[in-house]
């Protein structure tokens, strides 16, 4: 069997969503984790090992033509994690002469401050989980611009879509309660208005910055939807596709954020980025459509979310 010409590190959502997109374009996929095992067609070949080996990273990416680093630890380990398994997805990527496209979130840019956030924003983050993704983000570029390794950064904000579970604010705490009536909980305000990317045009969007010429060396928004809705919008439209005449919320409070984090790390580490939602948060992606990517309509991207809970 040849080598496949793509490697995913990372078998999330964002992972799965960047397989189907280099699927239906009929290319050949292999997916690397720590287990080995993921949700894919048989036919899929799944590698187990640690990402932050640059000699087992090198290994599991042989032959391939485009490198793609969707991996994410758990908030907690980012510190400890994070740098070291994109350092192992660069050298797989340097070792076999391939193109490295790294998904990234918008972390590193701080609070918009009444901005529109752009691949133009200055870095300017206040908390230590955006100052890590500044400093991976400048590491690839340079890495980029030394001629060590092609590079292509495709950047989302909040995601939604099928497989986003308990990671999406618009996930497991809206689709099933509008399935069976409930309240959905949200985090932060909901009347700002806030950009949210769906997940299969994440995966679309990665796809293409592995394949057009014009992608490397540069920073690119995934698509969103241009007409930024509130979450509460959001949260009513989830509501009315599932046969509702209207939505039902109720908002986790800051104060019971910090109250929880107490006890739990990962609400402890989610604190600091509730500025997100305080004011509105707003992505540009017009860019990133030079390159033929568009955003799903959003009526289709809820609908066929809501589906995949049913």
Partial sequence: MSAPRH????????????????????ESVRLVNRSGRAAVPVDVEV?????????FTAEAARGAAVVYQTLAPPYPEWTAQFPALQAGVLAAAEANGARLVSMENVYMYGRP??????EETDYNAHTKKGRLRGDMARTLLAAHHSGRVEVAIGRASDYFGPRGG???????????????????????????PHSYTYIPDIGEGLAILG????????????????DTRTTRQLVEMVFTK???SRGRMRRIPRLLIGAIGMVSPVMRE???MQYQFDEPFV????????????????????????????
């Fill in 7 to 26: 490697v995913i590190f990372g078998t999330g959502a964002i992972g799965l969503a960047t397989l189907d997109a280099l699927h239906r374009r009929g």
């Fill in 47 to 55: 590698v187990a090992g640690d990402a932050r080996d640059p000699q």
């Fill in 113 to 118: 401050d009444g901005r529109i956030l752009t």
């Fill in 166 to 192: 308990a990671q999406s604010n618009l996930g497991d705490r809206l689709f099933p309660a509008a399935l069976n009536g409930s309240a959905a909980t949200v985090l932060g305000n909901p009347d700002q």
């Fill in 211 to 226: 394949e057009h010429p014009d992608a490397p060396g540069e920073t690119w928004h995934l698509p969103n939807d241009p």
């Fill in 242 to 244: 599932a046969g509702h």
């Fill in 270 to 272: 989610l604190v600091e």
């Fill in 283 to 310: 992505v540009d992606s017009k860019k990133i459509a030079r390159l033929g990517a568009t955003p799903t309509p959003l009526d289709t991207a809820l609908f066929h979310t809501l589906m995949s809970y049913r």
